[in-house]
């Protein structure tokens, strides 16, 4: 089967992590097993509350691609920030809220210190029901891809 072309090879079964998958990483050719990479399909709903900060970095949203913001509380600001920038080269995250959102509830997605978003230390700011961002790291700093407003 090594000339075999990818959609001629059987379908594989479910993954169970520690299967080798080949590799080119910096024009070689490694091994890793499944187990090694991330998923960033994983959604994590969180609540938006005046005065409150979360930190992004923690490991507990290391494999969260989409946040889903709700509002509860009187209005104010709930400040985000953002991973390391430099620990998650390539990696994208989505940031929506819902209808719980109006103009004086305001969600700021903010870089980590000395890093930035869109070259700017400064946060976005979502503060409406169903806006939203896309970001992505180059290894350096964040990137805003796309927008909803």
């Known amino acids: 089967m090594a000339n075999s072309k990818i959609s001629a090879l059987p379908i594989a079964t479910e993954l169970q992590g520690s299967e080798i998958i080949p590799l080119v990483q910096g024009g070689l050719t490694k091994q890793t097993t499944a187990s090694k990479f991330k998923n960033y ?7 938006a509350e ?5 930190d992004l970095n923690a490991s507990i949203y290391d494999d969260t691609f989409m946040f889903k913001l709700s509002w509860t509380g009187g209005n104010g600001t709930a400040v985000y920030t953002l991973p390391d920038a430099v620990a998650h080269i390539h990696r ?9 959102f109006n103009s ?4 700021d997605i903010t870089p980590a210190a000395g890093q930035t978003l869109d070259g700017s230390s400064n946060p976005y700011r979502i503060n409406k029901d169903y806006e939203g961002i896309a970001i992505w790291s180059d290894g350096v700093e964040w990137f805003i891809i796309q927008k909803k407003a």
Do not use: E, L
């Open 104 to 107: 004086q509830d305001h969600a």
């Open 41 to 47: 399909f994983v959604s994590t709903d969180i609540t």
């Open 92 to 100: 994208k995250i989505r940031f929506i809220s819902d209808s719980s």
């Open 50 to 54: 005046a005065g409150v900060d979360v």
